[in-house]
């Protein structure tokens, strides 16, 4: 496979970046060679209560896995995203917000975010909320989405984030999992000028017998819309922000102190609250967002992310706050009320960066290019990609037309489980190659290595495994320590499994493959192929089922579902539509099957594994090259899927 084309550092990237080749790589070294020394340093770029004497304190033996960063430090991490900055840009815009509206947007400077978080951490506590308790924050994208976080941040609560796109019982299992007390929510949200019913989710998710825990429902009123109200539960936003004082004292947090959590999917079973604490994970966090974006003062930076996932907590707030930035905050959506909409914003904030993905871009690339020719786009200097691999042609259009060939494209590699980015260019430092994560950031040490486990060297492909810890991964899985341990240190033992392949080139770039577990990335969302599979069979007429992916033009991977139905049941068209609306009902939008296919027997292995690798092929309409089927139960299925398939 040939690498194609280069785009060699821009001058103009260059000059004003940090650091250039040279100094990427002498700090690359410095920061493995010795990452005590290099972290010891980095690390104060925090403000700490009470400084760290120790920095590096892991193992990755799995018989006594051990994570620590900065572990004697204490610090506050809405401390370092507010108070810091109170004195020097207390004024200055920390979030730019724009509404789902395009007449919709305003400014909120540090000193007005800082006020709002200390009255409402004081109106948490006022809810009974103390040091280490958890609480739910199932939000549109609001300025108060951000108050909440670190509000929880401030008084030393762990904050989990449940997408807003998420099912009343895709909630409701998140809650049930963590046992939160509270919820803060929204009357609806509001995108593509559409209510969004967050509260009736919550009432639907609280009714559940099995989601016991929630005492309170905190809600913000977005849109005045009809609600029901739980007199005794349900307690508006504004009426205990009210009497709020607005001083409140940070609680003084341990390096490892837990900061939040967010659930991510797995290959197997229910998904996974990846935890991370507040030291490493601010110090990684905002260390990135620096050099990768090479952020600077004054910079208007727009990552179009939700708070949903990592890349709103890590590059939308913590990583911008901590640095001072000006960080824009999107309640929309990409297309509404056209395609022009992100060009607009740009035009209109005067962004400087722009961090998306792959997906929005080609979902925009198809609308053609007459949309993005709608702005002028001048003010933007760099872009950036998140979320799965970009392919050559997204990423050319991106570079052309949306950057006008003058802006370079970091794409970055990373994951939930990771806290910050791991693989990408520095705008200063790195040639690019489109479609290629490129290098790593200082501190991270990837490596490709076999099935056994054995690291190989030079030009090669292989699965992506990190040799030793950086500061922003995750610590354990909430509640399931043995889980954390089994799922990223038991398959290559003395590494961190990704769940990725990847390529490495002459170059030492890094090509992202994609998982090469059940795990499948939906327009840049995760998703276990088993949480399906689930909510499928919890379906009455439904035997079995078997998910997986297979390729889709916009959304990289679409979602192929091959169903088993029970002996009475009717394999009609309206069973599909049925089928599609369960799955949304279940677990939310973002998980509707693309495809379903009626299978009259899933291909499994004689002791009954179902083979997937056949079904992917089949899927992707690879008939020729299903490999060996010797070890089927029964080979006459596959003769029959494909048959279905060629009906289908
Ligand atoms: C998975 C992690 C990191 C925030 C968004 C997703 C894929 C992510 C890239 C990229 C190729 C990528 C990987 C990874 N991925 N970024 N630049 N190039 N693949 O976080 O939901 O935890 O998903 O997304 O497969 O394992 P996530």
């Known amino acids: 496979m040939s690498d194609g084309k280069v785009y060699p550092v821009k001058e103009a990237a260059k000059s004003r970046a940090l650091v250039d080749k040279d100094q990427y790589m002498a700090m690359y070294k410095e920061s493995v060679d010795n990452p005590d020394a290099f972290w010891g340093e980095h690390g104060k770029r925090l403000d700490w209560i009470k400084p760290y004497t120790t920095v590096k304190n892991t193992t990755y033996d799995r018989n006594n896995l051990s994570i620590k960063w900065f572990e004697d430090g204490t610090l506050n991490a809405s401390v370092n995203c507010l108070d810091r900055h109170l004195a020097e840009r207390g004024d200055q815009t920390a979030i730019i917000f724009e509404g789902d509206d395009p007449a919709d947007s305003r400014h909120v400077t540090y000193r007005e ?101 929630v005492e309170k429902v905190i809600v913000v009123k977005r849109t005045g819309g009809d609600i029901q109200w739980q007199e005794d539960r349900d307690v508006w936003f504004h009426d205990i922000m009210a009497d709020a004082s607005v001083d409140c004292p940070p609680e003084e947090m341990s390096a490892e102190d837990p900061l939040f959590m967010l659930y ?61 930035a000006i960080t824009l905050l999107f309640e929309g959506v990409p297309n509404y009320p056209d395609s022009s909409r992100i060009g607009k914003v740009v035009d209109k904030h005067k962004v400087n960066v722009l961090y998306t993905a792959p997906t929005a871009i080609r979902a925009l690339m198809a609308e053609g290019d007459q949309y993005m ?41 990373w994951q939930t489980e990771t806290g910050g980015i791991l693989i990408s260019p520095l705008p200063g430092a790195t040639d690019l190659k489109p479609g290629s994560a490129t290098l790593p950031f200082f501190g991270v040490q990837p490596a490709l290595v076999d099935s056994d486990g054995n690291v190989l060297d030079g030009a090669t492909e292989g699965n992506l495994v990190i040799l030793d810890s950086w500061p922003g991964q995750m610590r354990t899985v909430y509640g399931d320590h043995e889980r954390f341990i ?91 539509t049925e ?18 296919q009626w299978a009259p027997g899933l291909p499994k292995t004689r002791s009954g594994k ?36 060629e009906n289908a």
């Open 113 to 213: 975010l800082h006020q709002e978080t200390c009255k409402f951490a004081n109106a948490l506590k006022s809810q009974g909320v103390k040091k280490g308790d958890i609480v739910t924050i199932y939000m549109p994208m609001l300025v108060e989405t951000a108050v909440a976080m670190l509000a929880c941040a401030r008084i030393g609560a762990m904050h989990s984030v449940v997408f807003g796109g998420f099912s009343p019982e895709a909630l409701g299992a998140r809650i049930k999992d963590g046992g939160a007390k509270w919820v803060v929510t929204a009357d609806q949200g509001v995108r593509g000028g559409r209510p969004i019913p967050l509260k009736k989710n919550v009432d639907a998710a609280l009714n559940n017998p099995e989601v016991s825990t």
């Open 264 to 324: 991510t999917s797995g290959s197997t079973g229910t998904p996974k609250g990846v935890l991370h604490t507040t030291g490493g994970y601010m110090v990684y966090a905002s260390m990135t967002h620096e050099y990768v974006f090479d952020y600077q003062q004054g910079d208007i930076y727009w990552c179009t992310a939700d708070f949903g996932w990592i890349t709103g907590h890590s590059y939308i707030l913590y990583g911008p706050l901590a640095n001072g």
């Open 373 to 413: 020719k709608q702005s002028s786009r001048e003010s933007l200097r760099l872009l950036g990609t998140v979320g799965e691999p970009i392919n050559p042609e997204a990423w050319e259009w991106y570079y052309n037309v949306v950057g006008d060939e003058r802006c370079p494209i970091v794409d970055t590699w």
């Open 486 to 576: 089994l799922t990223y240190f038991s398959t290559y033992p003395g590494t961190y499994f990704t769940g990725d392949g990847a390529r490495r080139d002459e170059d030492g770039y890094y090509w992202i493959t994609g998982r090469v577990d059940d795990v499948l990335n939906v327009s840049g969302h995760r998703m276990g192929t088993a949480e399906i599979e689930s909510a499928l069979v919890a379906h009455p007429l439904v035997a079995e089922a078997a998910v997986v992916g297979y390729p889709h033009d916009i959304k990289g991977q679409g979602i192929y579902v091959y169903v088993t139905l029970n002996h009475d049941a009717d394999p009609s068209d309206e069973l599909k």
């Open 579 to 596: 089928l599609v609306q369960w799955v949304r009902k279940e677990i939310g939008p973002v998980a509707s099957p693309d495809l379903i």
């Open 610 to 645: 179902i083979m997937r690798r056949i079904l992917r092929k089949i899927a992707a309409n690879e008939h020729d090259s299903l490999g060996d089927t010797s070890t089927l139960a029964d080979p006459s299925v596959v003769e029959d899927l494909i048959e279905y398939r």
